[in-house]
């Protein structure tokens, strides 16, 4: 049975407050186990709030070194950390705001060597690749494992997020049958762009697995910073969708 001790109960006080969530609430979070692919501009906040939020378990799959043009909006490393493995300065961050946690760090990213393993390890996924090709891999698995997956992306001042929960809602296959063909590995971005949309998938998140309010399943929250407008953008099934067609 998950319990609190006095520290995590002086630690999420405030956030105890809420009605939706509570000492019952807290409780889900800490016993629950999360994967995050890639931990830059989007992964980086998303982790950052789960562990603020007090996840017990967060795993991380990013691959590569730190580069100097990953600083603008990747909050989880620091200007020491080029030239090193960035899953390092996400693990030691972290664990700086949230010691209590436990971090599994995993220096590569989506693969189909790894993806189904990942995912097993995993009670909800956070999805924030910059390729289309790990995207895919991990809808594909986390249809198959039923295994919900927030969403999350950004181009330039632009933002898209939304939930897919496997046999209730459309998946990303549903919503792009092909990868777009101009999506890049580099891209346009600032930082405060991928950090709100972050924060929006984190509280997804949260809200999946306390199990409070009303997420975003079925509709694609859109967002462009240029002049702060929100669309909320209903998707639908795709009855010949290849991968959750027959789910």
């Not at 972050?198 to 240029?226: H, M, N, R």
């Given at each position: 049975?998950?319990?609190?001790?006095?520290?995590?109960?002086?630690?999420?006080?405030?956030?105890?407050?809420?009605?939706?969530?509570?000492?019952?609430?807290q409780?889900?979070?800490?016993?629950?186990?999360?994967?995050?692919?890639?931990?830059?501009?989007?992964?980086?906040?998303?982790?950052?709030?789960?562990?603020?939020?007090?996840?017990?378990?967060?795993?991380?799959?990013?691959?590569?070194?730190?580069?100097?043009?990953?600083?603008?909006?990747?909050?989880?490393?620091?200007?020491?950390?080029?030239?090193?493995?960035?899953?390092?300065?996400?693990?030691?961050?972290?664990?700086?705001?949230?010691?209590?946690?436990?971090?599994?760090?995993?220096?590569?990213?989506?693969?189909?060597?790894?993806?189904?393993?990942?995912?097993?390890?995993?009670?909800?996924?956070?999805?924030?690749?910059?390729?289309?090709?790990?995207?895919?891999?991990?809808?594909?698995?986390?249809?198959?494992q039923?295994?919900?997956?927030?969403?999350s992306?950004?181009?330039?001042?632009?933002?898209?997020?939304?939930?897919?929960?496997?046999?209730?809602?459309p998946?990303?296959?549903?919503?792009?049958?092909?990868?777009?063909?101009?999506?890049?590995?580099?891209?346009?971005?600032?930082?405060?762009?991928?950090?709100?949309?972050?924060?929006?998938?984190?509280?997804?998140?949260?809200?999946?697995?306390?199990?409070?309010?009303?997420?975003?399943?079925?509709?694609?929250?859109?967002?462009?910073?240029?002049?702060?407008?929100?669309?909320?953008?209903?998707i639908?099934?795709?009855?010949?969708?290849?991968?959750?067609?027959?789910?």
């Amino acid at each position: 049975m998950t319990t609190l001790s006095d520290e995590e109960k002086a630690i999420y006080e405030w956030q105890m407050w809420l009605p939706q969530i509570g000492e019952e609430g807290q409780k889900k979070l800490k016993g629950a186990s999360a994967l995050v692919s890639r931990c830059g501009g989007l992964g980086g906040p998303v982790c950052y709030n789960l562990a603020a939020a007090g996840i017990g378990r967060l795993i991380i799959a990013h691959g590569g070194t730190l580069k100097p043009g990953d600083l603008n909006r990747q909050i989880l490393m620091t200007h020491d950390g080029i030239g090193k493995p960035r899953i390092d300065s996400a693990a030691r961050r972290l664990k700086d705001l949230n010691p209590r946690m436990e971090i599994v760090a995993v220096n590569e990213n989506i693969s189909s060597g790894n993806v189904e393993r990942l995912v097993t390890q995993a009670d909800i996924v956070f999805d924030c690749a910059p390729l289309f090709s790990e995207r895919m891999l991990m809808n594909q698995e986390c249809v198959r494992q039923r295994k919900p997956m927030i969403e999350s992306a950004v181009f330039g001042l632009e933002a898209q997020v939304t939930t897919f929960i496997p046999g209730q809602t459309p998946c990303l296959s549903c919503l792009y049958p092909e990868a777009p063909p101009h999506w890049k590995r580099q891209f346009p971005v600032l930082a405060a762009v991928p950090a709100m949309a972050a924060s929006i998938a984190a509280l997804e998140g949260i809200k999946q697995i306390v199990g409070f309010g009303k997420s975003l399943a079925g509709t694609l929250l859109y967002f462009d910073g240029a002049d702060i407008s929100f669309q909320r953008i209903p998707i639908a099934r795709r009855p010949d969708c290849a991968v959750c067609g027959k789910v």
